[in-house]
């Protein structure tokens, strides 16, 4: 053994706090300060202990190795050897070494007091490697070390100690050191011991406080698989996700998860329990791969931690959970900044503006908003990266830490497996390149030497395109946004793109279209999971697939509208979120999955059985209780109370009447709770009779598109009369001039959806003169149309 030493080298996480970054590392320094600091707020934190800095440097000098360890690097700086010799002498210097007894002995006791502390012999523990340049705000280090799980015993103890303290020369950790330029010899690594969490019972994930693509500051987004968590970190499955919107988990009585997404979960990694090996990799049951890892109560517990956590190191952060399955108790494993939002301003943002109207060939989770496009070059295996040349666009199975190298040459980076918490999306993140994760089949899709296209820029969903595609970057300066006296809101139809237009500063939305949610995310027609009997066989087989994870179809259905909508209207919380009740016309909901079996073939579906008219029949009622109970979720569940309920496509007050009832009658009674329901005004009879339409509706919102087409005659599809149509026409603004007048002196709000507002500046400034209330735009016309209202303003009356 090396030369005895004296020195106190060990500490326990609850003598430690923030401050402590440069004796024990990042990591036991972050976890000292959870222990201290929110176990008040009921954060759990498995115990344990760490080794400091000091005691690795007397390491290494007592040792002497560190005169060969930086001729090693030094060679590599060189080119004289290349990165993997150079980690490889390193490491094998490392682990020829031996610990100072002292410091052994000292590791021996603590362990052994672990063993009182937790009631048991020889313990498991996880054992993680910290540095003291590692979880920085601006350098996560993000799996540069290594972590051992499921130690035993004493003597394994001391060997994963030794381990760690030499993965601090892993390959990828001297490169990532060489990028951020941190000197190597300044760093030093803590080694955490904590009290294994028995997760191979349960399960196990990673936790963000912040959208991690958008920024968007106000949800949780938490990913889980079973097992022990690496799989997830490793990108080897496609875990659940869960969202949580922050600012309402105080709310008494709600429960704001605005998204549930059944991961594949085909692999779990659990304890070996012989053969020297500490943790094996086992299939999950079809059981597992078709539930959800946590329940409902556990994912809003997971939201206030991040709440607490977050507000406790005032920036956003990033965690890792795990749930004990002997006892059932969700723990905090892990805490660390989240180096990509966490630290950038809110006065502009860059957006990708992809220029086609071809098809995608493959979709996969999005990580970051931009574009990027080039040659594929396919690697399966580790062994082969060094054939990656720069600025292609990597293809693989899922990526770990030994990626890095390359992974920052890349133009982009697409894998099979992982999910937006897999390395290979923390990693592109950091790196600022456009990765596209769990497409599934990318490997046997993609072909080496395809030149691709793959864009991040549509929200949640990346898509990726064959050829090399054109597209605009804009940078959009959100300090130049003018004050106006008009409300200024949104049209959103994609949920997973809602997030990306929080920093637009925007008065809520003044449209949001159901059906948009209902084609994109559910994809089922609402008759047809309740009366699955009528649809065909290979249509109910899919049925069957998309409701795994829910009690019945009905509840699929319901929950997936009401998390869509939730998405909706959590980044423009508390301003008002207008939801119009679906308006497919039955040509639309016949392609929808079953939809043949309940739809009528009409000769004009434009002016057939769509919007209020579907409400009430029997032939749509069932469907339209569940969008009612979906609405009702939002509201009275998660707690968006800033929800207003839009009827479109009412003829005549009498359909009104009819329509209010059936609302009333599924919970939605106009002014309980606060609830208030708008009118579609876009159809002649809903000007001559806005007056009558006022008693019975809390405001309007005028639909440019289908008043047009109704006023002068014009089918909004026809390409022969598209020069005809034009929502400036003398007729239309008269009649908008009149329903705005009418409105204001029924003592209502009026407001526009269209599209004319986004098109033409000029009937933006009509409507502005004409003392319109609000007007709602499509969000790439967001900044340029605002200062046209502020001007046409300074001109009004």
Not at 727 to 749: C, Y
């Amino acid at each position: 053994m090396a030369s005895r030493q004296s020195n106190p080298s060990i500490v326990w996480l609850e003598k430690l706090s923030i401050g402590d970054i440069p004796s024990v590392g990042g990591k036991n320094a972050s976890l000292g300060e959870l222990v201290r600091q929110l176990g008040r707020a009921g954060v759990r934190v498995p115990t344990g202990f760490a080794t400091t800095a000091q005691a690795f440097r007397d390491f290494v000098k007592l040792n002497a190795i560190e005169p060969a360890m930086r001729e090693h690097v030094e060679l590599y700086r060189s080119g004289q050897k290349n990165l993997q010799d150079a980690g490889h002498a390193i490491r094998e210097l490392m682990l020829a070494s031996e610990l100072p007894e002292g410091f052994a002995d000292q590791i021996r006791h603590a362990y052994a007091e672990l063993a009182e502390r937790a009631g048991a012999r020889d313990p498991a523990v996880a054992v993680r490697s910290s540095a003291t340049a590692e979880d920085l705000p601006d350098a996560s280090f993000a799996g540069q070390h290594e972590t051992f799980l499921n130690i035993r015993g004493e003597q394994a103890l001391l060997d994963a100690c030794l381990r760690c303290f030499a993965s601090l020369f892993t390959d990828r950790a001297i490169s990532y050191r060489e990028t951020k330029g941190f000197d190597h010899f300044s760093v030093a690594l803590s080694v955490g011991v904590q009290q294994m969490v028995r997760s191979d019972m349960a399960g196990s994930g990673v936790m963000f406080t912040i959208d991690t693509e958008s920024g968007f500051p106000g949800i949780a987004t938490i990913s889980a698989a079973w097992g022990l968590g690496e799989t997830i970190v490793q990108g080897a499955v496609n875990p659940d996700r869960y969202v949580v919107f922050k600012p309402l988990l105080e709310t008494p009585g709600a429960r704001p998860i605005i998204e549930k997404t059944l991961g594949d979960k085909a692999i779990r990694m659990v304890y070996a329990e012989e053969g020297g090996m500490q943790t094996r990799i086992v299939a999950s049951t079809p059981a597992e791969r078709q539930s959800f890892v946590l329940d409902d109560e556990e994912i809003l517990e997971l939201g206030r931690w991040a709440v607490a956590v977050e507000d406790h190191y005032g920036r956003p952060m990033d965690l890792e959970w795990a749930k004990d399955g002997s006892n059932g108790l969700l723990y905090l494993v892990q805490a660390r900044p989240e180096t990509i939002h966490g630290g950038l301003g809110q006065a502009s943002f860059r957006r990708y503006i992809l220029k086609t109207d071809a098809r995608p060939i493959l979709s996969g989770v999005a990580i970051g908003s931009a574009a990027g496009s080039g040659k594929v070059c396919l690697i399966r295996h580790a062994s082969d990266i060094a054939r990656f040349p720069d600025g292609a666009i990597l293809v693989t199975g899922n990526t770990d830490p030994d990626w890095v190298p390359i992974m920052k040459r890349a133009t982009g980076i697409v894998t099979d497996r992982g999910g937006s918490t897999s390395h290979a999306a923390i990693v592109s993140r950091e790196l600022g390149v456009p990765a596209i994760v769990g497409t599934g089949t990318a490997t046997s899709l993609l072909r080496d030497g395809q030149e691709i296209t793959l864009s991040c820029a549509s929200g949640d969903k990346g898509l990726i395109f064959e050829g090399l595609l054109d597209f605009d970057v804009e940078d959009v300066d959100l300090s130049a946004i003018p004050e106006t006296r008009t409300e200024v809101m949104l049209n959103i139809a994609d949920p997973s793109a809602a997030f990306q237009w929080w920093r637009l500063p925007a008065k809520g939305v003044g449209l949001a279209r159901m059906e948009f949610i209902i084609n994109n995310l559910i994809k089922v027609h609402p008759m047809a999971l309740l009366h699955p009997e009528q649809v065909a066989s290979a249509d109910n087989r899919h049925i069957r697939e998309l409701v795994q994870g829910h009690a019945n179809p009905a509840d699929y259905f319901v929950d997936m509208l009401a998390r869509g909508i939730g998405r909706l209207a959590a980044p423009f919380f508390p301003h008002p979120v207008t939801v119009r009740l679906s308006d497919f016309k039955t040509n639309e909901y016949a392609h929808l999955i079953g939809g043949d079996a309940f739809e009528p073939k009409e000769e004009n579906p434009m002016l057939g059985f769509r919007g209020a008219s579907r409400y009430y029949d029997e032939r749509y009622r069932e469907g339209f209780a569940l969008e009612c109970r979906a609405l009702r979720k939002v509201r009275e569940e998660m707690g968006f109370a800033n929800v207003i309920v839009m009827v479109p496509f009412c003829r005549t007050p009498a359909e009104a009447d009819r329509v209010l009832a059936v609302m009333a009658e599924n919970g939605l009674r106009r002014g309980v709770n606060g609830l208030q329901i708008y009118m579609m005004c876009e159809i002649p009879s809903n000007i001559i009779l806005a007056d009558q339409f006022a008693k019975r509706f809390d405001g309007f919102s005028i639909g440019s598109n289908d008043l047009t087409q109704l006023l002068l005659g014009v089918d909004r599809d026809s390409e022969l009369l598209a020069s005809m149509f034009d929502e400036r026409d003398e007729a239309v603004k008269l009649a908008i001039a009149e329903a705005i007048r009418k409105a204001h002196a029924a003592g209502i709000k009026i407001g526009i959806c269209g599209q004319a507002p986004s098109n033409y500046p000029d009937f933006a400034e009509f409507l502005v003169r004409e003392g319109i209330d609000s007007i709602s735009l499509n969000p790439d016309s967001f900044v340029k149309t605002c200062s046209v209202i502020a001007a046409a303003e300074v001109s009004a009356p």
